[in-house]
């Protein structure tokens, strides 16, 4: 029997039911145009459909239909489901039929207010550290495999080597970094020698200076310091460049012309690196030895001739072969976590910050522990 009916105009709804059947035939206006209404309309449903085993929902005299109606309806037959019950739709016009494909409710999330365990949250975030430091470690050890396969066919001569490239790559990472890491290492070796000579002269051992700043740079800061300033100035430079490449699709077209991208955008860059943070890291040694033998000089009151004897006496040529043999290490890490973040950057703008962000947060670290790694293994072997 009919419960309430509204003009066709209106959404509106007739109720049927049969034992513990209902059936419902909606017509009328069921769009955004009509909104109340159409809600309106569902809470009586709802209503009536208490205690019914099935509803059936019949479309056909529905005159007009959009996303909200469809919206509507299809909450109203999630919210039946919930009670137990059934629902399923009749007569539903073809143009409808596509909305309703198109278009489901789904409900929101339980959104309730954990407890605050901050022990717990914190073991959590180190076990989320964890699990991405491995993924991290993971796709560098692939991405590192993937450089030395593209660098292999290019020494078999299976692929042409593009000098071109490279010689561009070695004036932007080696040639353009010269001034700044002078200006850089002359002011960090003026900065140890006169820490050094302000603690060394209460002991009358100010002309130590010169063994303790020959060991210190040739050994360790020189090769550091120059990472560190590769790492912020190439390395960023590299995944921004690489990410913008990424975000315009040109590495895809490469890959649709049947290129590889490792090959011709990632050998040049790291390679250079290669070549360029050897010649570097010798540069920032002679510029900080130069600063503190100024400053030793100036400062210090030490004459430049026995400042040059003691730092002559003080090395050998393992102290300078141990900062040398770092430098290639430090390149290869630096280009890798570079040329990665790059290739991981989304369609994003905000994307592309992350990753330059996270490429030179996580080249500076690596260069760090790699850094540690050698002091370990030289102090090992006592070389």
């Avoid at 017509?27 to 809600?39: F, I, K, P, Q, V």
């Avoid at 605050?116 to 495999?145: N, P, T, W």
């Avoid at 960023?236 to 649709?256: C, N, P, Q, V, W």
Wanted: charged share 20%; glycine share 10%.
């Amino acid at each position: 029997m009919a419960q309430h009916k509204r003009p066709t105009a209106q959404a509106g709804s007739t109720v049927e039911r049969t034992g513990a059947d209902l059936r419902v035939s909606l017509s009328g206006d069921w769009s955004s145009s009509n909104a109340e209404a159409c809600e309106s309309e569902a809470e009586r449903i709802l209503a009536a459909s208490t205690g019914a085993r099935a509803v059936a929902l019949d479309l056909g005299a529905i005159v007009r239909l959009d996303t909200l109606g469809v919206w509507v309806i299809s909450r109203l037959c999630h919210e039946v489901r919930q009670r137990g019950g059934s629902a399923r739709l009749d007569q539903v016009q073809p143009t409808h039929r596509i909305l309703f494909e198109e278009i489901q409710y789904r409900p929101l999330p339980d959104t309730r207010r954990k407890g605050d365990y901050i022990a717990i949250d914190l073991l959590a975030d180190i076990g989320k550290a964890m699990v991405d430091s491995y993924r991290d470690l993971v796709s560098g050890i692939s991405f590192l495999g993937a450089f030395v396969s593209s660098l292999a066919v290019i020494l078999t001569g299976r692929s042409r080597f593009r000098i071109a490239s490279l010689v561009a790559q070695l004036e932007r990472v080696a040639l353009r970094s010269v001034p700044i890491i002078i200006l850089i290492s002359v002011l960090v070796g003026g900065i140890i020698a006169q820490q050094s000579v302000f603690q060394m002269r209460a002991f009358g051992t100010v002309h130590f200076v010169a063994d303790l700043l020959g060991v210190l740079v040739l050994r360790e800061l020189a090769v550091l310091i120059t990472s560190i300033m590769i790492a912020g100035r190439t390395g960023s430079s590299f995944t921004a460049e690489l990410g913008s490449m990424k975000m315009r699709e040109e590495i895809d077209a490469l890959r649709t012309m049947g290129r590889d991208p490792v090959e011709i955008l990632v050998v040049p860059r790291i390679v250079a690196l290669l070549i360029g943070m050897p010649l570097l890291t010798f540069i920032s040694s002679m510029a900080m030895l130069v600063g503190g033998g100024l400053v030793t000089v100036i400062y210090g009151g030490v004459s430049p001739e026995i400042f040059l004897s003691r730092l002559q006496n003080g090395i050998g040529v393992n102290t300078f072969v141990v900062g040398m043999v770092k430098a290639p290490f430090m390149a290869l890490v630096i280009g890798v976590i570079a040329c990665i973040e790059g290739f991981a950057v989304q369609g994003s703008a905000e994307s592309l910050g992350t990753r330059t962000t996270a490429s030179v947060v996580k080249a500076i670290f690596m260069v760090i522990v790699v850094d540690g790694l050698f002091a370990m293994f030289f102090a090992t072997i006592r070389y």
